[in-house]
């Protein structure tokens, strides 16, 4: 699990593309004090696995499924790339839930200064959107973000300088991709509720009548 505030940018150094898969070679500075084999990191916002790691890098591997769902695939060496360690049990949660399971990605659409902060207007999906509330959570390239404003096509966030510095979001222009995560909560809470995204799905699961006979307040 992750929180979506980066530790550091790294810069990818290598990238080898095989059928269907890629593998990822990332130089940075901050994260190695404790970095191991087999941990994960979140790159972009997207959980690998440190499959092989040197003094100042780390090689991941990179599935189909992932390149689909993400904009990993678009990496190229030199790329900047936001990066963050697993939280550990006794750290400080200062984001929220991040999984590192990209749900899609949005297309960054305008970019506007105002004072020291960045508006940023992000396009997205429907069903990505299903899930996005004002003054909720985002993971964007792996960064938490509040949403300041939102409609039917995509939502806005306001950058503050320090994440605008410590992050490579504010390097992207109009019209390049982002990866993004849900808050993996409103997920569960749809499954629970039985709330149906296809007419043809099966009803069932926690419904406001199930909680009103358990003595629920509705």
């Not at 994260?31 to 003094?55: H, K, M, P, Q, Y």
């Not at 678009?74 to 360690?85: I, K």
């Not at 409609?151 to 510095?165: A, L, N, W, Y």
């Amino acid at each position: 699990m992750f929180t979506g505030i980066i530790e550091e940018t790294g810069t990818v150094a290598a990238v080898v593309k095989g059928a269907g898969c890629a593998r990822l070679t990332i130089k940075a500075a901050k994260i190695f004090g404790d970095l191991r084999l087999g941990d994960s990191v979140a790159v972009n916002g997207v959980c690998l696995t440190v499959a092989e790691l040197g003094a100042c890098s780390f090689t991941a591997d990179v599935m189909n499924e992932t390149l689909s769902r993400s904009g990993l695939g678009q990496l190229r060496a030199g790329s900047a790339v936001n990066l963050e360690r697993a939280m550990p049990a006794g750290g400080r949660f200062g984001g929220h839930i991040v999984s590192g399971h990209i749900d899609g990605t949005g297309i960054i659409e305008i970019k506007v200064r105002e004072g020291s902060a960045v508006w940023i207007r992000i396009s997205a999906p429907e069903k990505i959107m299903r899930y996005i509330v004002e003054k909720g959570s985002v993971a964007i390239d792996g960064i938490s973000l509040t949403v300041a404003r939102l409609d039917e096509r995509g939502f806005s966030v306001s950058v503050i300088p320090h994440t605008g510095k410590e992050t490579t979001l504010l390097s992207k222009s109009p019209g390049e991709s982002v990866n993004l995560e849900n808050d993996v909560i409103a997920k569960y809470v749809e499954k629970l509720m039985g709330i149906k995204e296809d007419p043809g799905r099966a009803e069932g699961g926690v419904t406001l009548e199930l909680l009103a006979k358990a003595g629920f307040e509705i």
